[in-house]
């Protein structure tokens, strides 16, 4: 029976050691809710969850929560946060189990840990971004509102990159016969998809590349019936040729390709990006599971036009693996609310009987009893025990 939950305040660094996690998983509305649902849970945030987005620890105690240190935190019977299980973390774990964002196929030695910790303290990890309605790998509750958000910042960055960098307006002038510029997009699910109708209010020409067959039909027939609303959009087919094709001449890339636990394919070459328009800039939203594009290193959300370049061209790049952090009052109360009816479900009803009664919270359980229990994720490692 689940008698305690904890709410974790995020902490995330830049490759040059700066905070840039700014979201909170539950804000106190959310918080109160849950209580209301679940009256027999005591609830926890850790100290200043909230602060960085406005709400201060008197706001949840004011609806019920009690307030901990880290420590405590990671003691509770479920732990929730928004990023990865930091590796100084999980010592502090039980037979507990954290729910979190975790994109354990990008990186073996954070996967490695939570089996070491799961087989030996029986702490079950399950991680936001497999929770799958059906098993078609196109909806995903939980990861959907974090991608509407990375597409529509990174759209904006680009009309402002474009601005502020190159003087160039990215629409172009219509009226007087000038172009907007062209952007490429891979992938078409949430992200990509809006990604696509983002670039395309913003006047730019959009290729759209998708690899599965039904979805392709579905993005087809959308921006069909949607021509008006979103011009010069044009959804092709991902191959070889259409993805040379779309990617020559591009001022604008972006790589949105997810496949539900595992690492995305390094479709996009240095050769082939080398052959997009000097000056233009690529965003791998993808980063944060390892990413599609070659060449990419992550950024920092702080220095959104100090831009680094691919090597031997003129294309720079932004990849930081937590976009939604910069809109993170509106990240963080679109998480919150998508995931509550889960939590609660968790709460009521403990992991075992939850994931066996309801198959979306299910397909989020990546580790538990010591082994990996995703398809996805054990098909990336294998060998790891």
């Not at 328009?277 to 920092?300: A, H, K, R």
């Not at 889960?342 to 397909?363: F, G, R, T």
Request: glycine share 8%; charged share 20%; net charge negative.
């Amino acid at each position: 029976m689940v008698s305690s939950l904890a709410i974790l305040r995020e902490s995330k660094t830049d490759p040059q050691g700066r905070e840039v996690e700014n979201r909170v998983v539950l804000l106190p509305a959310h918080v109160s809710r849950l209580i209301e649902q679940v009256p027999q849970i005591k609830v926890f945030v850790e100290k200043e969850a909230g602060a960085k987005i406005g709400f201060q620890d008197a706001d949840y105690e004011r609806v019920g929560a009690l307030i901990c240190d880290h420590a405590a935190a990671l003691d509770k019977d479920i732990v929730v946060g928004v990023k990865e299980t930091r590796p100084v973390d999980f010592p502090g774990l039980r037979d507990n189990l954290f729910i979190s964002f975790q994109h354990f196929a990008q990186s073996i030695d954070r996967a490695s840990l939570a089996l070491k910790t799961s087989r030996e303290k029986g702490t079950a990890f399950l991680a936001l971004e497999t929770m799958e309605i059906g098993n078609d790998c196109s909806t995903f509750p939980c990861l959907a509102p974090m991608s509407e958000a990375a597409a529509k910042i990174v759209a904006r960055h680009a009309d402002e990159f474009a601005l502020i960098s190159k003087k160039i307006i990215s629409s172009g002038l219509p009226e007087t016969g000038l172009n907007g510029l062209k952007a490429v997009v891979l992938g078409g699910g949430r992200v990509g998809q809006t990604a696509a109708e983002e670039f395309s209010e913003r006047g730019c020409s959009v290729s759209l590349l998708e690899n599965n067959p039904q979805r392709l039909k579905s993005l087809t027939e959308y921006f069909k019936a949607n021509e008006i609303r979103f011009p010069k959009v044009t959804v092709m087919e991902m191959n070889q040729s259409n993805l040379r094709e779309a990617v020559a001449g591009a001022f604008f890339l972006v790589s949105a390709m997810y496949i539900c636990g595992k690492k995305p394919t390094k479709i996009v070459s240095l050769d082939l990006i080398r052959t997009m328009q000097p000056g233009g800039c690529l965003y791998p939203i993808d980063i944060d599971q390892g990413g599609g594009i070659e060449g990419v290193l992550e950024t920092s959300i702080l220095d959104p036009f100090n831009l680094p370049t691919i090597p031997g061209s003129e294309l720079f790049f932004f990849a930081p693996p937590n976009l939604p952090s910069m809109g993170a009052l509106t990240a963080s109360e679109a998480l919150g609310t998508v995931l509550l009816p889960y939590l609660i479900e968790i709460a009521q009803k403990w992991l075992y009987k939850a994931k066996e009664d309801n198959p979306v919270i299910n397909s989020g359980v990546n580790i538990e009893e010591g082994k990996i229990v995703h398809p996805g994720l054990a098909s990336v490692f294998p060998g790891l025990k």
